[in-house]
Nanobody, 119 residues
Framework: QVQVVESGGGLVQAGGSLRLSCAAS????????MAWYRQAPGKQRELVAS???????NYANAVKGRFIISRDNAKNTAFLQMNSLKPEDTAVYYC?????????????WGQGTQVTVSS
């Protein structure tokens, strides 16, 4: 089994910064991709940013230029540096680890961490 744990959320004023961390542990040989999603009240969960094992990144338009995703493959960890935060960034942020084993795809999710941006 694989466990995914997020940390680093909190309350911050608009314009401030937060850094989220995600640690995956368990029966892991390698993680193909790690990603951050978020879900605001009354809205669907949406992709914020993703990063492959090779370091290729992808960002939602709403966070481009403000958020930076990174990872440490050796430690199965991922990070989301969030700068210039806006009230609309308020959401529960979830980490996702995508693993492929003998052609079978597995997705593991953390429990989420709350990010609240006050105006």
């Amino acid at each position: 089994q694989v466990q995914v744990v997020e940390s680093g959320g909190g309350l911050v004023q608009a314009g401030g910064s937060l850094r989220l961390s995600c640690a995956a542990s368990g029966s892991i040989f390698s993680i193909n991709a790690m990603a951050w999603y978020r879900q605001a009240p009354g809205k669907q969960r949406e992709l914020v940013a993703s990063i492959t094992s090779g370091g290729s990144t992808n960002y939602a338009n709403a966070v481009k230029g403000r958020f930076i995703i990174s990872r440490d493959n050796a430690k199965n960890t991922a990070f989301l540096q969030m700068n210039s935060l806006k009230p609309e960034d308020t959401a529960v942020y979830y980490c996702n680890a995508h693993i492929v084993i003998i052609g079978v795809h597995y997705n593991y999710w953390g429990q989420g961490t709350q990010v609240t941006v006050s105006s």
